[in-house]
């Protein structure tokens, strides 16, 4: 979807929305799949109600990109507009055990400035690309830790209410790969208590993560992470292998060889390969385990 008229691009840099016209979505996903449309990136918060405004009030839809890491994206010209923040700097600021951190900052990088001043308990998240804002959408986690385990405060903009708001941790239910945010809520910034930890101490932790990561997962390859949730007291990864689907494909998407619940993009997949793969190895499962398996990435289809 295309912004043209001059009075609503007037209107957008009145409200310093940033316009990048024609964005490719493959550029801007760790998948690598998606079509073309406008990315508006909010340079400031303030912004958010007047911008959304004006885009209900021209009929223009729209989707929230953090990091892109856990989207699949449809081909072709998308019928709405990505809408994106613009990370300030700095973006995380600390005080005491507390981190101050803007939904758009990167998540790794948060993690790592955190440890180098002795704050911990995150090491399970270094690995996992995307922001801070992504991570919380989802509750994002790895070895045994989630991030919103440390959440003390959540500053966002509500979709129902149209206001800004600030929730405080035990107000948010932050369950496996799920959170009560409603589905369009923009998570603005973030408080993170974190307990102290020598920093030293930290990278044992971060290396050990890194390792088992670095052992079975499909590093350095086109994919959005984990594809399914896994079921109660179960793994889709095991129930994928265990049926033989390794290296299963469509067109160029591929379930991974090294971690069955990774699916690859080879080079060139379309959305509805990927698509296409995903149903099979759902189908598969279903039959032969009962499970109906529920996605971990989100689809965003035109
Ligand atoms: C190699 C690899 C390894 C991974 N490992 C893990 C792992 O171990 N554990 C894990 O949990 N995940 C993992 N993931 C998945 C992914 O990195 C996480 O889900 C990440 O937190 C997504 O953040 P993002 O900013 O990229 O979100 P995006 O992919 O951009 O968006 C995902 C969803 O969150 C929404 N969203 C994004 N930002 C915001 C915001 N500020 N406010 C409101 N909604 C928002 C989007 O609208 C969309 O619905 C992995 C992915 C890859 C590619």
């Given at each position: 979807?295309?912004?043209?008229?001059?009075?609503?691009?007037?209107?957008?840099?009145?409200?310093?929305?940033?316009?990048?016209?024609g964005?490719?979505l493959?550029?801007?996903?760790?998948?690598?799949i998606?079509?073309?449309?406008?990315?508006?990136?909010?340079?400031?918060?303030?912004?958010?109600?007047?911008?959304?405004?004006?885009?209900?009030?021209?009929?223009?839809?729209?989707?929230?990109?953090?990091?892109?890491?856990?989207?699949?994206?449809?081909?072709?010209?998308?019928?709405?507009?990505?809408?994106?923040?613009?990370?300030?700097?700095?973006?995380?600021?600390?005080?005491?055990?507390?981190?101050?951190?803007?939904?758009?900052?990167?998540?790794?990088?948060?993690?790592?400035?955190?440890?180098?001043?002795?704050?911990?308990g995150?090491?399970?998240?270094?690995?996992?690309?995307?922001?801070?804002?992504?991570?919380?959408?989802?509750?994002?986690?790895?070895?045994?830790?989630?991030?919103?385990?440390?959440?003390?405060?959540?500053?966002?903009?509500?979709?129902?209410?149209r206001?800004?708001?600030?929730?405080?941790?035990?107000?948010?239910?932050?369950?496996?790969?799920?959170?009560?945010?409603?589905?369009?809520?923009?998570?603005?910034?973030?408080?993170?208590?974190?307990?102290?930890?020598?920093?030293?101490?930290?990278?044992?932790?971060?290396?050990?993560?890194?390792?088992?990561?670095?052992?079975?997962?499909?590093?350095g390859?086109?994919?959005?992470?984990?594809?399914?949730?896994?079921?109660?007291?179960?793994?889709?990864?095991?129930?994928?292998?265990?049926?033989?689907?390794?290296?299963?494909?469509i067109?160029?998407?591929?379930?991974?060889?090294?971690?069955?619940?990774?699916?690859?993009?080879?080079?060139?997949?379309?959305?509805?390969?990927?698509?296409?793969?995903?149903?099979?190895?759902?189908?598969?499962?279903?039959?032969?385990?009962?499970?109906?398996?529920?996605?971990?990435?989100?689809?965003?289809?035109?």
């Amino acid at each position: 979807m295309r912004i043209s008229d001059p009075k609503l691009l007037e209107r957008l840099a009145e409200l310093s929305v940033e316009l990048r016209p024609g964005a490719k979505l493959s550029e801007l996903t760790s998948l690598g799949i998606g079509g073309t449309t406008d990315l508006l990136r909010i340079t400031k918060h303030e912004s958010i109600p007047g911008l959304l405004k004006l885009l209900d009030a021209n009929d223009i839809p729209h989707k929230f990109l953090g990091g892109g890491s856990n989207l699949l994206v449809d081909d072709g010209e998308l019928p709405w507009v990505v809408v994106q923040l613009a990370s300030p700097k700095p973006d995380v600021v600390l005080e005491g055990n507390l981190a101050h951190v803007d939904a758009a900052a990167d998540l790794g990088r948060t993690v790592t400035f955190c440890a180098k001043h002795d704050l911990g308990g995150m090491e399970g998240l270094i690995g996992v690309p995307g922001t801070v804002g992504g991570a919380l959408r989802m509750n994002a986690g790895a070895y045994g830790m989630q991030i919103g385990t440390y959440v003390r405060e959540v500053k966002l903009y509500r979709a129902a209410t149209r206001e800004f708001e600030t929730l405080r941790g035990h107000q948010i239910s932050f369950e496996y790969r799920h959170t009560s945010f409603g589905p369009d809520d923009m998570m603005l910034a973030v408080i993170l208590e974190l307990p102290s930890k020598p920093y030293n101490e930290i990278l044992k932790g971060i290396r050990i993560c890194n390792e088992k990561r670095r052992t079975s997962q499909p590093l350095g390859q086109k994919s959005a992470g984990c594809i399914f949730k896994n079921p109660p007291g179960a793994s889709a990864g095991r129930m994928i292998d265990e049926l033989g689907l390794k290296g299963l494909s469509i067109g160029d998407a591929q379930v991974s060889d090294r971690h069955a619940n990774f699916f690859l993009n080879r080079g060139r997949a379309s959305a509805k390969d990927m698509l296409a793969l995903i149903s099979d190895v759902r189908e598969r499962i279903q039959k032969s385990y009962g499970v109906a398996l529920v996605n971990e990435v989100v689809v965003w289809n035109a």
